[in-house]
């Protein structure tokens, strides 16, 4: 079962070589599922048996660590206080206490969070006009049929 699934997903998500070539035919081979071997579908009570033991283990794990009668929220709160006390240093690419950290290192951090941002946020509008371009390409015809309309109804 574990060697299907991991020829399906090397099969379905090539990793890059660096071959700009090989990775575009390998990216296109993927996409029109060229190459790709079927998974057998699970049955519903496989995926229910499964799910039982998973939730068993998760309560066994709540019980053995004390944390049996903790709320959801509970979890939450600790990930967020978590994530205030510890801040990513990029000139040490990694992770240190917010208490032991300087304030130039603070400062870079947030830099290197804002640049992070910036670069997502560029890429997406990227991703969006191209988006667009597309869109009003495929529209185009109706658009003109629209104008055209409109003409005819403004005489």
Do not use: C
Not at 80 to 94: I, Q
Not at 110 to 128: F, I, L, T
Request: hydrophobic share 45%.
């Amino acid at each position: 079962e574990l060697t299907a699934m991991l020829a399906h997903d090397a099969a379905k998500y090539p990793q890059p070589t660096g071959d700009k070539k090989a990775d575009k035919a390998a990216a296109k081979a993927a996409a029109s599922g060229e190459g790709v071997p079927p998974m057998a579908p699970l049955d519903d009570g496989a995926l229910s048996a499964a799910r039982a033991l998973l939730d068993a283990e998760a309560a066994y794990v709540r019980h053995a660590m004390g944390h049996a009668a903790a709320a959801p929220s509970a979890y939450a709160e600790a990930a967020a206080t978590l994530s205030r006390d510890f801040v990513y240093v990029p000139s040490k690419r990694r992770y240190e206490r917010a208490a032991s950290v300087t304030n130039t290192d603070r400062l870079d951090a947030v830099r290197a969070e804002y640049d992070a941002a910036r670069r997502e946020m560029e890429r997406e509008a990227r991703r969006a006009a191209k988006v667009e371009a597309k869109a009003l390409v495929l529209i185009g015809g109706l658009v003109k049929r629209d104008a055209a309309g409109r003409a005819l109804l403004s005489e």
